[in-house]
Structure formats: structure tokens, C-alpha cells
């Protein structure tokens, strides 16, 4: 089992940044591949960003540029990075890893608020 802890959302406004962290605790040394989705109200949980255990970046176009995951592959810590805020980017954020192609672990989601 794995469990996951976000922290670092809150309310910013346009323009502004805030920085999401990760700390991965349980059965860590299984994990390979971290990342990070979101979900507004009303659509559907989409990815963001993913990283995995050796350090290979994927992110959704529309944060391309703007946002930067990063990780602590050995602590199992995984960050998001997010610059450029705009109202769109308004979602809970929830953190995930998996363990194997067909398990996943979730976070309990933090919120992200962009409004001025």
C-alpha cells in the first residue's frame, strides 16, 4: 500500500504562481511513476504532468511552458511547479503513482484557486 499527502494549494490570483508538493509514504520502493491531475467542477480528472523513477517528463499541452514537475526519486517526493496562473487552471490537483500497470494510488486532491 501506498499513501500519498498533497500540500501547497491555495488562492492565487492570475499571473501568479504556487508550487504543489507530494510526500509518497507505505510501500515507496515499488513505485515508478509519479504525477500530477486535476478536476474541475463538472469535467473530468485530467492529467497534468507525470515523472518517471528516472526522471522522464510528460506534461498536458495546456500547462506546457508554464508548469514544472520535478521529484525526489529516492524519497518518493514529487513537486509541481505552477507559473503563469490563469482562471482555467482553478481545479483540485491530485497527486498519483503507480506501482504496477494496474495499480494506482491517489491523493486526498488540494485546491487550486485562481481568481483576482
Known amino acids: 500500500q501506498v499513501q500519498l499527502v498533497e500540500s501547497g494549494g491555495g488562492l492565487v490570483q492570475p499571473g501568479g504562481s504556487l508550487r504543489l508538493s507530494c510526500a509518497a509514504s507505505?510501500?515507496?520502493?515499488?513505485?515508478?511513476?509519479m504525477g500530477w491531475f486535476r478536476q474541475a467542477p463538472g469535467k473530468q480528472r485530467e492529467l497534468v504532468a507525470r515523472?518517471?523513477?528516472?526522471?522522464?517528463?510528460n506534461y498536458a499541452n495546456s500547462v506546457k511552458g508554464r508548469f514544472t514537475i520535478s521529484g525526489d526519486n529516492a524519497k518518493k517526493t514529487v513537486y509541481l511547479q505552477m507559473n503563469s496562473l490563469k482562471p482555467e487552471d482553478t481545479a483540485v490537483y491530485y497527486c498519483?503513482?503507480?506501482?504496477?500497470?494496474?495499480?494506482?494510488?491517489w491523493g486526498q486532491g488540494t485546491q487550486v484557486t485562481v481568481s483576482s
Open positions: 498519483n503513482a503507480d506501482t504496477s500497470p494496474t495499480t494506482t494510488y
Open positions: 507505505g510501500s515507496i520502493s515499488s513505485i515508478y511513476l
Open positions: 515523472i518517471t523513477s528516472g526522471g522522464s517528463t
